[in-house]
Each structure stands twice: as C-alpha cells, then as structure tokens.
C-alpha cells in the first residue's frame, strides 16, 4: 500500500459514481441553462441571419404511440432538441462541473 492510502478505503465504484453523477447533473443543468438562453435571445435578437442561426434546431426521438382504451388513453413519446446555444451551455456547464471530479 501506498503511505498516502494507507489506513483509508477508497472504493473504486464510489468515486466513478460521484463522477458520473457530477457529469449527469452538469448535462442537466446545462440543458436548463441553454433553454433559457435560447428563449431569451429568441425574444431580444431581431429576425435575421444571427437568430437563424442561433435558433436552428436539430431534434430526434421517437414518434407519440397513441394506446386508446376504452377508459383513457395513453400517449407515450420521446424528443430532445438541439441547437448551438444549448450546446454551447452543456459544454460550458461540463467545463465548470469538472472541478467536482
């Protein structure tokens, strides 16, 4: 055993864990982050090539299911959208995250 580890129990799995964790909440809070941006220059850039751009989105997922039953019906469906500013802020958001790991 190292002198610096000796005494102490460091679990492989707990520290992957908390990184992973640190980078699922970074991509989360990074989403949050550049939807809100995106609808704010969406209200203040005036229309033109800038808000084009800023505004372009890149969306997949799944089409709705609809299931119809004779008492309720269930929809079930899956999208995520993309565009420059939500993935300027994930990538910033993961960059300030990192000092966590």
Do not use: C
Request: proline share 2%; charged share 15%; net charge positive.
């Amino acid at each position: 055993m190292n002198k610096l580890t000796e005494g102490k129990s460091f679990s492989k799995s707990g520290r992957y864990g908390r990184r992973l964790t640190v980078v699922f909440m970074a991509v989360i809070v990074g989403i949050l982050v550049g939807a809100l941006l995106t609808e704010i220059l969406a209200f203040i850039l005036p229309t033109g090539v800038v808000k084009t751009f800023f505004m372009k989105e890149i969306g997949f997922g799944m089409d709705p299911i609809h299931i119809d039953l004779a008492l309720f019906e269930l929809t079930f469906g899956f999208t995520l959208h993309f565009n420059f500013i939500a993935v300027v802020a994930i990538a910033l958001t993961v960059y300030y995250f990192k000092w966590w790991l």
